[in-house]
């Protein structure tokens, strides 16, 4: 039977799911298809059911943010793979009555299969929609083709990498944490007014950066000293990774998926206190064998996530759905 990947409208600002796939596909015999419309108003995504309809008869992989596609019953063989459940931590009121509806409760109701990228992720669908369906837990995998590159730290003014805006990523605590150091910050994401400000007063030698190519960004992953990847919410964190995977030192979240994804490759720190987060800097500023160590245990968790083996995981899944084993 026919594979087909379905994935969301390509925009410039989001694609690390994208990227994930990416990754994947060379290992995947299934075929690529993008939706039609953005996932915006209710024509756009009416007209998004409509089209993936009329491949009903293929076997359906849905990734990404289009959840609502499969809240309909009218697909028979499908996977869908839910990254994370964000939008129950964005939204409020009806808002948030129609994102649980129709982009959680109703697609893992009709989908044949549900996977998941973190145990984090895969609690929280359990616990949010009292499934007894098998939830199968497949990793992200490595996206970016990044190696170890050696790179002499800068423990007088050290290079910080922090990557994403959206309140989650945890920016506004991050400045006040370095308001009193010595560094460079290299910041991925758009700029606001409102971000700008609080640099400038915490007087912080700041270089805003978007829209980079997956070239572009290994170079800031090789560029940079230590990766300060401090968000409140992650279903899983592909920076974490991808920053061990350059030979860079990490600094990441106690809680969500971040424990999980960074295993021993990482400092953890309590992302709610500024006090924490620059302890943690400091530490792995002035602590060289500690860093170094931190390094290594890095470049060895990031073996987990090859795109190889966890594609594998995936075709596994296809087969299983093809041979009418799995049972939902």
């Given at each position: 039977m026919r594979k087909i990947l379905i994935l969301r409208k390509p925009a410039v600002d989001f694609n690390s799911i994208e990227k994930v796939f990416t990754a994947l596909i060379p290992y995947l015999a299934i075929t690529i298809c993008l939706l039609p419309k953005y996932s915006k108003g209710l024509f756009g995504r009416l007209y998004n059911i409509l089209f993936v309809f009329t491949l009903r008869k293929s076997l359906l992989h849905l990734s990404g943010h289009d959840n609502y596609i499969f809240s309909i019953p009218f697909f028979k063989k499908t996977v869908l793979t839910i990254h994370d459940l964000e939008g129950l931590h964005k939204y409020e009121g009806v808002k948030r009555w129609i994102y649980y509806f129709f982009w959680i409760k109703l697609p893992v109701k009709n989908a044949s299969v549900i996977t998941t990228v973190s145990t984090f992720s895969k609690n929280e669908i359990i616990e949010n929609t009292k499934t007894k369906k098998n939830i199968y837990l497949i990793h992200n995998p490595l996206t970016l083709p990044i190696s170890y590159t050696p790179k002499k730290f800068n423990a007088t003014k050290p290079r910080i990498l922090h990557i994403g805006t959206k309140a989650n990523k945890?920016?506004?605590?991050?400045?006040?944490?370095?308001?009193?150091?010595?560094?460079?910050?290299?910041?991925?994401?758009?700029?606001?007014?409102?971000?700008?400000?609080?640099?400038?007063?915490a007087k912080i030698d700041f270089t805003f950066k978007s829209n980079l190519s997956n070239e572009e960004m290994v170079e800031e992953y090789k560029a940079c000293d230590i990766l300060v990847f401090v968000s409140t919410y992650e279903g899983f964190g592909l920076p974490i990774i991808e920053a061990q995977a350059a030979g860079?030192?990490?600094?990441?979240?106690?809680?969500?998926?971040?424990?999980?994804?960074?295993?021993?490759?990482?400092?953890?720190?309590?992302?709610?206190?500024?006090?924490?987060?620059?302890?943690?800097?400091?530490?792995?500023?002035?602590?060289?064998?500690?860093?170094?160590s931190l390094i290594?245990?890095?470049?060895?968790?990031?073996?987990?996530?090859?795109?190889?083996?966890?594609?594998?995981?995936?075709?596994?899944v296809y087969d299983a759905i093809d041979n009418f084993i799995m049972h939902n």
């Open positions: 945890n920016l506004e605590r991050l400045i006040h944490a370095l308001s009193k150091l010595n560094c460079e910050l290299v910041i991925i994401g758009q700029k606001s007014d409102q971000l700008l400000n609080q640099l400038n007063q860079r030192a990490v600094i990441t979240a106690n809680v969500a998926s971040m424990p999980e994804v960074a295993g021993e490759g990482a400092l953890l720190v309590d992302p709610y206190s500024v006090d924490d987060i620059r302890e943690g800097i400091v530490k792995l500023i002035e602590d060289e064998d500690f860093r170094e290594q245990r890095g470049l060895e968790n990031v073996k987990r996530f090859d795109a190889e083996e966890i594609a594998k995981q995936y075709r596994e």
